[in-house]
């Protein structure tokens, strides 16, 4: 874990030391498509684009592993609140920066049967809250909750929902509906529900 993770912004890609790569490319709806690639190496993720449910259940795991279920989320805090950080200095169309993967790094130390997977686990969930700030819906705006989703859907896993469950919490749910999730997690979602994103930053609009 001594050995750095590198962010190449112009590639929109993290190389890993194992020679496994995390990166960005365009899906269907923005370009902003999450993408793990192992390289041959050894692999917690298939090849392609990451799902919730695996994820989620990586981080449920993590926390029996661990003194107490809030270190977990209190790794998840600090790394959602990195998120949130960054779409305030870009008006809602954050980046990743090195910066962030280097407190990662420091996280991931924590977890001490496993800090590879842990590393990788936090870099996905990381790049994959960024990426939900650049999500454009059918009517092309952008999605209401941003990154908001993934934090109440960990909160509920750390709650020992199940990860499948957590990751579909939000389908069919009213505008109310969400709300009140959100409220039974008491996750303040005002702030990030009402952010005003200028679209003409966009650095990477779809084709």
Same mark, same amino acid.
């Given at each position: 874990?001594?050995?750095?993770? &590198?962010?190449?912004?112009?590639?929109?890609?993290?190389?890993?030391?194992?020679?496994?790569?995390?990166?960005?490319?365009?899906?269907?709806?923005?370009?902003?498509?999450?993408? +793990?690639?192992?390289?041959?190496?050894?692999?917690?993720?298939?090849?392609?684009?990451?799902?919730? &449910?695996? +994820?989620?259940?990586?981080?449920?795991?993590?926390?029996?592993?661990?003194?107490?279920?809030?270190?977990?989320?209190?790794?998840?805090?600090?790394?959602?609140?990195?998120?949130?950080?960054?779409?305030?200095?870009?008006?809602?169309?954050?980046?990743?920066?090195?910066?962030?993967?280097?407190?990662?790094?420091?996280?991931?130390?924590?977890?001490?049967?496993?800090?590879?997977?842990?590393?990788?686990?936090?870099?996905?969930?990381?790049?994959?809250?960024?990426?939900?700030?650049?999500?454009?819906?059918?009517?092309?705006?952008?999605?209401?909750?941003?990154?908001?989703?993934?934090?109440?859907?960990?909160?509920?896993?750390?709650?020992?929902?199940?990860?499948?469950?957590?990751?579909?919490?939000?389908?069919?749910?009213?505008?109310?509906?969400?709300?009140?999730?959100?409220?039974?997690?008491?996750?303040?979602?005002?702030?990030?529900?009402?952010?005003?994103?200028?679209?003409?930053?966009?650095?990477?609009?779809?084709?």
């Amino acid at each position: 874990m001594n050995r750095k993770i &590198k962010w190449i912004p112009k590639d929109r890609t993290l190389k890993l030391p194992d020679d496994s790569e995390i990166f960005y490319e365009k899906g269907k709806f923005d370009s902003w498509r999450v993408t +793990y690639k192992s390289n041959g190496m050894k692999n917690y993720f298939q090849d392609g684009a990451p799902l919730d &449910k695996d +994820y989620l259940s990586d981080l449920a795991s993590f926390s029996q592993n661990t003194d107490s279920k809030k270190i977990v989320k209190r790794d998840f805090d600090e790394i959602f609140d990195k998120v949130l950080e960054r779409a305030r200095s870009t008006s809602g169309n954050p980046v990743p920066v090195q910066e962030d993967f280097d407190d990662i790094i420091i996280i991931a130390r924590k977890y001490k049967s496993n800090p590879w997977h842990a590393l990788k686990t936090f870099c996905i969930l990381y790049m994959t809250m960024i990426s939900e700030w650049h999500y454009v819906l059918k009517n092309g705006d952008r999605t209401k909750y941003k990154h908001l989703l993934k934090k109440l859907a960990v909160y509920q896993v750390l709650c020992d929902i199940n990860p499948v469950a957590a990751a579909n919490t939000s389908k069919g749910l009213s505008p109310k509906g969400m709300h009140d999730k959100f409220d039974e997690y008491n996750i303040d979602y005002r702030y990030i529900e009402e952010f005003k994103i200028d679209l003409s930053k966009e650095q990477y609009p779809l084709a």
